[in-house]
């Protein structure tokens, strides 16, 4: 069974320009007590640099994949914008929303106090705290017993793919994936890869895609 995927945000969720002046206030109640302002980068502040490659907002899902897309999108927007390593925590968690927030107010606090407390580190609390044993298990579950049923090749590539990164252990090979994206092809496909044998997971995507094309063209 699918763990459920919210990817419709409730009318609450904080848009990009309510985080912005967020990160605006941040700064200047920081000057106002006399501390220095946050680092700047090419003369803009990369907290405003960050907010102009709109992040997107992680409200906590139980789903990996939801987080996973989360994180890779701030990876590259703090790789783009030069941000400092020491500003990664502090401006990702501007991205949180509904239970991520509920859930950094009540563990941020531990976590800063844990010393080198980093991204890597937020990371893997998120990991810990988002991805919990049922979730793990069902993902291993509907993996386990994948099948393109309805599906077109496209999109039970795309579900594979998505599948195959939290239960590498079913496929810990090239040949092992290819199998199992064998085995779950309609029996015309599979019929015709067990023939041509194909030796890499993208010969057999392209093998497959191309013969379900032939197939709805006839």
Known sequence: M???????????TPTNEQLAQ????LTQTMHNNNNPPPPLAG???????VSSHRPPVFAGEEDPILLEEWIRALDKIFAVVGCPENRHVELARFYFSHEADLWWVHEGPACLEEPGFDWSALK????ERFYPAHVRAAMYEEFLHL??????????HKR?????????????????????????????????????????FNEAYLSAADLYRVQQLQ
């Open 160 to 200: 594979f793919l998505e599948l195959a990164r939290f239960a590498r252990v079913l496929v810990p090979t090239e040949a092992a994936k290819v199998d199992k994206f064998v085995a779950g092809l309609s029996y015309e496909a599979r019929k015709a890869l067990t023939v041509s044998k194909p030796m890499t």
């Open 43 to 49: 003369n803009r502040d990369v907290g405003r640099q």
């Open 124 to 127: 893997d609390k998120l990991w």
């Open 22 to 25: 967020n990160l605006q206030h």
């Open 2 to 12: 699918e763990p459920p995927r919210y990817r419709a945000r409730t009318p609450d």
């Open 147 to 156: 099948k393109q049923g309805t599906l077109s090749v496209v999109e039970y």
